[in-house]
């Protein structure tokens, strides 16, 4: 199971962080990846990051202003979002998944979702 958390109401060029906390398995050999859904919109990928850290990737859209980061030791993954936009204001969600891809449907396990509002 997968809990996401830290969502709020934030102004434009703020910052947030979101945490995603696993429970009932380990996902330490588990890709983890962050997802967002725009009303409206299609779920779309951000961010993912590989089982190690080591491996990282972004969306266009967010790189350079997102930074996934995860504690395996805590069973938690995180999505440091910076110099925020009203275009990501969006239901953030976390996976995770066993293989090495951006298509959300390929991702088992999911969190409920946290809303991050970026007003202008």
């Known amino acids: 199971q997968l809990q996401a958390s830290g969502g709020g109401l934030v102004q434009a060029g703020g910052s947030l962080r979101l945490s995603c906390a696993a429970s009932?398995?380990?996902?330490?050999?588990?890709?983890m990846g962050w997802f967002r859904q725009a009303p409206g919109k299609e779920r779309e990928f951000a961010a993912t990051?590989?089982?190690?850290?080591?491996?990282?990737y972004y969306a266009d859209s967010v790189k350079g202003r997102f930074t996934i980061s995860r504690d395996n030791a805590k069973n938690t993954a995180y999505l440091q979002m910076n110099r925020l936009k009203p275009e990501d204001t969006a239901v953030y969600y976390c996976?995770?998944?066993?293989?090495?891809?951006?298509?959300?449907?390929?991702?088992?396990?999911w969190g409920q979702g946290t809303l991050v509002t970026v007003s202008s």
């Open positions: 009932g398995r380990t996902f330490s050999s588990y890709r």
């Open positions: 996976a995770a998944g066993s293989f090495d891809t951006t298509e959300y449907t390929l991702y088992k396990y």
């Open positions: 990051i590989s089982w190690s850290g080591a491996g990282t």
